[in-house]
């Protein structure tokens, strides 16, 4: 019917064959979108949930607007708008990195901790995941890793490239400046 979605179930054909190289795309293309959908939760959008995500799990020196920026892949703007964002909705504070004169570290505040306890990525995946069995866990990870990893391959700014040399230059690969 017009305007119903086509579930993965519902396809003519599915049962429990082994999907092909095209079936699996288009899996991993309707987590994909699922996950984004999702993630406009609680007043914020993908990218937050992220900047979030990230700043709770990563060791203090990778605190960074640049080191975050990388973890993305993308340019440096967008996350500093993120991040700007959540700092005035007080989900996230600034202060001077003490290893670098011009640089700052993020940490979440309460409220942002408490928000992320209402993560909409982990409560929707986390029961499914935790059900799998150690080892499917670690085959789905492994796979995962793989894909992501072929992926990234093309992606990483070069010196003097997308960011124009501006995101590398002078700080180590998890957004700590260089000695």
Do not use: C, N
């Amino acid at each position: 019917m017009p305007g119903e979605e086509l579930r993965v179930s519902d396809r003519p054909g599915d049962g429990d064959a082994w999907p092909t190289g095209d079936d699996l795309v288009m899996l991993l293309d309707q987590l994909s979108r699922l996950v984004y959908g999702i993630s406009f939760t609680d007043g914020l959008f993908p990218a937050q949930w992220v900047a979030l995500r990230y700043f709770h799990d990563a060791p203090e020196p990778a605190r960074t607007l640049t080191a975050l920026a990388r973890f993305q892949k993308i340019h440096l703007a967008p996350v500093s708008r993120t991040v700007s964002t959540l700092v005035d909705k007080g989900l996230l504070t600034r202060r001077p990195h003490p290893g670098f004169k011009r640089g700052w570290l993020f940490d979440l505040t309460g409220e942002g901790r408490t928000l992320l306890e209402r993560d909409p990525l982990r409560q929707s995946l986390g029961p499914p995941l935790a059900a799998l069995a150690e080892s499917e866990q670690a085959v789905l990870g492994g796979l995962m890793k793989r894909i992501i990893a072929h992926m990234q391959a093309g992606t990483e700014p070069q010196e003097g490239g997308r960011d124009g040399g501006r995101q590398g230059s002078g700080h180590k690969t998890d957004g700590t400046p260089a000695a």
